[in-house]
T-cell receptor, first 117, second 113 residues
Framework: GAVVSQHPSWVICKSGTSVKIECRSL??????MFWYRQFPKQSLMLMAT?????????EQGVEKDKFLINHASLTLSTLTVTSAHPEDSSFYIC?????????????FGQGTRLTVV | GESVGLHLPTLSVQEGDNSIINCAYSNSASDYFIWYKQESGKGPQFIIDIRSNMDKRQGQRVTVLLNKTVKHLSLQIAATQPGDSAVYFCAENMGTGRRALTFGSGTRLQVQP
């Protein structure tokens, strides 16, 4: 399957600072990327859908000004958690879909563990 | 999307036994389903998928069964191994383009040596 790389794998930041997480599709062009959040012992919850060259679509209850998403190229999407607070501590996971045979299958990154202190 | 519950049920099996993990999906219009395996601290790993025009699909040591009548999906793992220990999620997708996946609540599989 295709490879999706997330960076960093983990990050600790101080409350009030911003953190950027990168999601890259390494061997295919991802026209659509998704960002999920996962709290301990819970399932993945979709935060937003990101289409290359256009604004992201956020799920209900997700603050777009707090979770800034940029998808400026077909291989890179970034999620910036602005003014992070301890309640933002979570496991953030991206997934990517391309075209052709990957029209529906989504490939996931390895996730980013964010801890806000 | 709708996610089923906050609890993580656990299935404990002996090494070598067969495992069956069940999932009730939420959207009767969904036509594509995927099982993912997630190990601690990692992203979901694709196991097997099935489209709604099928009721069974087999892979290497894994079989997925789909019952659209009752919106039920199951994953069967043959000859379960310690390396199969993980959390397993079912996910559904409308299959009509690049839509996000809706994940079930997950089941933790513990394989006893």
């Amino acid at each position: 399957g295709a490879v999706v790389s997330q960076h960093p794998s983990w990050v600790i930041c101080k409350s009030g600072t911003s953190v950027k997480i990168e999601c890259r599709s390494l061997d295919f062009q991802a026209t659509t990327m998704f960002w999920y959040r996962q709290f301990p012992k819970q399932s993945l919850m979709l935060m937003a859908t990101s289409n290359e060259g256009s604004k992201a679509t956020y799920e209900q209850g997700v603050e777009k000004d707090k979770f800034l998403i940029n998808h400026a190229s077909l291989t890179l999407s970034t999620l910036t958690v602005t003014s992070a607070h301890p309640e933002d501590s979570s496991f953030y996971i991206c997934s990517a879909q391309g075209g052709g045979n990957w029209n529906t299958e989504a490939f996931f990154g390895q996730g980013t563990r964010l801890t806000v202190v | 999307g709708e996610s089923v519950g906050l609890h993580l049920p656990t299935l404990s099996v002996q090494e070598g036994d067969n495992s069956i993990i069940n999932c009730a999906y939420s959207n009767s219009a969904s036509d594509y389903f995927i099982w993912y395996k997630q190990e601690s601290g990692k992203g979901p790993q694709f196991i097997i998928d099935i489209r709604s025009n099928m009721d069974k699909r087999q892979g290497q040591r894994v079989t997925v069964l789909l019952n659209k009548t009752v919106k039920h999906l199951s994953l069967q793992i043959a000859a379960t191994q310690p390396g199969d220990s993980a959390v397993y999620f079912c996910a559904e997708n409308m299959g009509t383009g690049r839509r996000a996946l809706t994940f079930g609540s997950g089941t933790r599989l513990q394989v006893q040596p």
